[in-house]
């Protein structure tokens, strides 16, 4: 598939395969927030891509495992050995919060079946505004062995930011990149908006190798650039989008 059976954008329907692996390596500019400075970081991040399954490794002993068909994503903290499961899907991830709080108190009983609305029309009202624009520029040139195509990309992730970003692509390797971009960044998958900014990323032909991007969040601007390292087939190792045996639930990720 990274030599060039799957296209970019098309749902992984292919028969079944080696999956396959991309390591990124994310540099982030030190920045200060909130009155806290935070150093410059970089990470390697590694990527493996399944038929509408995804998961995600940290250097910080952190994993994500992103289940399209269950609509569930799966936080890991190796560390700890625990993990937080999080639906995709906006009703049930509303539905759980309340009845998590509500107990056997009548009242909150009562209060869980009138919170979910009033939550999810609150998290339209702030998660609405989310959008993204994509511009080829048709310039072109060669990163590594990949011929690429410079992009301009414009995000707005609502509460999550805004992201201005120079993007070089190639189409030398065809993945399932919207799988890619959904994974990446599936703790805003269930919001409103996300699907049409991952329509509008598939604008964006093969797979981005190399970008630069300022970052705008909580009225602070920090530049990061995501460098893609490796991207080949590979056979996952087994209950590579399981959550570990023996991790205990938590309901928060990181408790």
């Known amino acids: 598939r990274c030599a060039g059976e799957l296209h970019a954008g098309l749902p992984a329907t292919v028969q079944a395969r080696a999956d396959i692996y991309m390591k990124q390596k994310v540099h982030t500019d030190a920045l200060k927030v909130m009155g806290q400075n935070q150093p410059a970081k970089d990470e390697i991040m590694v990527f493996w891509l399944g038929e509408n399954k995804a998961r995600t490794d940290q250097e910080a002993g952190t994993s994500s495992l992103f289940l ?66 994509v511009t080829e520029t048709g310039e072109t040139k060669k990163i590594g062995s990949w011929n690429c195509r410079k992009y301009l990309i414009e995000m707005d992730m609502g509460m ?68 893609l390292l490796e991207c080949s087939d590979k056979s996952a190792p087994a209950g590579n989008y399981d959550v570990p045996a023996g991790y205990k639930k938590v309901k928060s990720f990181g408790k």
């Open 160 to 227: 999550a930011g805004k992201t201005n970003a120079e993007a070089w692509a190639t189409e030398d390797l065809k993945i399932d990149y919207s799988l890619y971009f959904t994974s990446a960044n599936a703790m805003l998958a269930s919001q409103p908006g996300f699907d049409k900014i991952v329509k509008e990323m598939q604008k964006v032909k093969g797979v981005i190798v190399y970008s630069t991007a300022k970052i705008s969040v909580m009225g602070s601007d920090v530049t990061s650039t995501t460098e």
């Open 68 to 133: 399209g068909e269950k609509k569930i994503l799966y936080m890991i903290d190796h560390n700890k050995k625990t993990y937080a499961e999080m639906p995709l899907d906006l009703n049930k991830m509303f539905d759980e919060s309340a009845g998590a709080a509500a107990g056997d108190d009548p009242e909150m009983a009562e209060a869980k079946k009138k919170m979910p609305a009033f939550m999810k029309n609150l998290m339209k009202g702030a998660m609405g505004s989310m959008s993204a624009k």
